[in-house]
């Protein structure tokens, strides 16, 4: 059983962006954020807890797969959108 995954990221408040839009077409939405002074050097994602997290502590040129399931193709093509 997978408790959370996650992937580093070279700007955590760039790709933090990307993700707000993206996932919250899914439902997730920031539930933690973890700060140095005033920018996060992570963030996760969840609908009650974190189970996808974006940081700056794992290397972020490292190739790797993360899928999420959408309940519909209305919300894949809403993911389509947002993410281009």
Known sequence: ???????????????????????????????????????????GYGAD????WIDRFHPHSVRQHVAFAARSRAEVDALLRRGS
Request: charged share 15%; aromatic share 8%.
């Open 49 to 52: 807890f974190p189970v996808f």
């Open 1 to 43: 059983m997978i408790d959370h995954t996650g992937i580093g990221v070279a700007n955590v408040e760039q790709s933090a962006a990307f993700y707000d839009a993206v996932l919250g077409v899914l439902g997730l939405r920031r539930v933690k954020q973890l700060l140095s002074g005033q920018e996060p050097d992570a963030i």
